[in-house]
């Protein structure tokens, strides 16, 4: 998932979202980019009830990596 959080999901796109999570979960890996911190995904959710369901199955056996500094992007 790319970008995750940069729009609030729907009823449907969170249980999508679940759904996938629960098939992959201890099956298969899964890649999430987000410039959110994990704290504010409750808010993209917009369903704490959801939003706990699919981060247990992703938060708890994760590899995180937090880059820091100025973005590649930049122009010379």
Sequence with gaps: LDD?????LDQQQ???LMEIMEDRHAKASTI???QLPVANWYDVFGDDTIADAVLDRVVHSSHRIELK?????KKK
């Design 4 to 8: 995750f959080g940069l729009v609030h």
């Design 14 to 16: 969170r249980l999508d």
């Design 32 to 34: 999430i980019a987000s």
């Design 69 to 73: 500094g100025e973005s590649m992007r």
